[in-house]
């Protein structure tokens, strides 16, 4: 039996510290706002998302970031050498160090989680948001016995226990939800002809969704009324939610233009609507919604 429930719940006393922070107040929220961090809320906690790696997380004990990104010194030059060292000093705050956290985080970044990054320019916390928005990002969903008697599961294949699902869209005007995995177009689970391994992810990911939608619609209800709250927005709540995961392709260029179509016309045939585009930067987010719901 599966008792794990997904959820996205933030106590107050964790929303009134993290609107007290420094950190939220000079220099997380104008980037939000701008852009170029997207907040995510979690169980208990909020991740705050740069160039598609978590610059920070905040929960009950305050900010928190990985010591790859904080390994940040107070050094006024480019290069070091061995004498040099000594005069390095570890700068002690996130507050003084968010630009350079900042840039180790876009310095372990990786192809798929950067063109996903170009996404945050359509949240809901810019100026004028359209009626499509992004709402979170790396949704993780726990798999139950049911997951492993799909077909295709075999018992010593290495697996998640965890589903993760890379976007998730929110249609304001209809109130409808839309999950949406991502790949570049150098990933090799999207190339075999017959059978590529993506398919079966996303006929797994339905099949989550299919058996968590109430769960899901409700959870999504309680991250909404938390972005309002932190954020000031009005946004509404939503109501339903597309069954069928969308898949996004990117990263190709103009000789690859012929493969790239031959590719979405065989992932469409197999049942998983696809949108392609070739430099992330360019997507527009109504193309983004309606190739990957048809």
Known sequence: ????LFKRRLDDGIIDELLKSGLFNDSLKKDIEGGEVFPAIRSGSVDFYYRGGRLFCFDKHGFKTHVKYASVYDYN???VNEVNLKEMVPVRGFLESYP??????EKYTSVEPDGISKLYKFSPFMNKPGRYVLLDVEVSLKQTSEDNEEPGYKENKPRSRMDRIDILMYDTKDCVLHFIEAKDFSNSEIWPKTSPRVIEQVQKYNKQLARREKEIISAYSDYVSLLNKIFSLSLPNPKKMIH???LYI???DGYQQKSVMELKDNINKLGVPVCVI???VSIKIEKLWKETCN
């Open 100 to 105: 350079r956290i900042k840039e180790n985080c």
């Open 1 to 4: 039996m599966d008792d794990w």
């Open 77 to 79: 030059r480019s290069y």
């Open 244 to 246: 069928k995961v969308g």
């Open 278 to 280: 070739g430099n992330p």
């Open 250 to 252: 990117f990263g190709y």
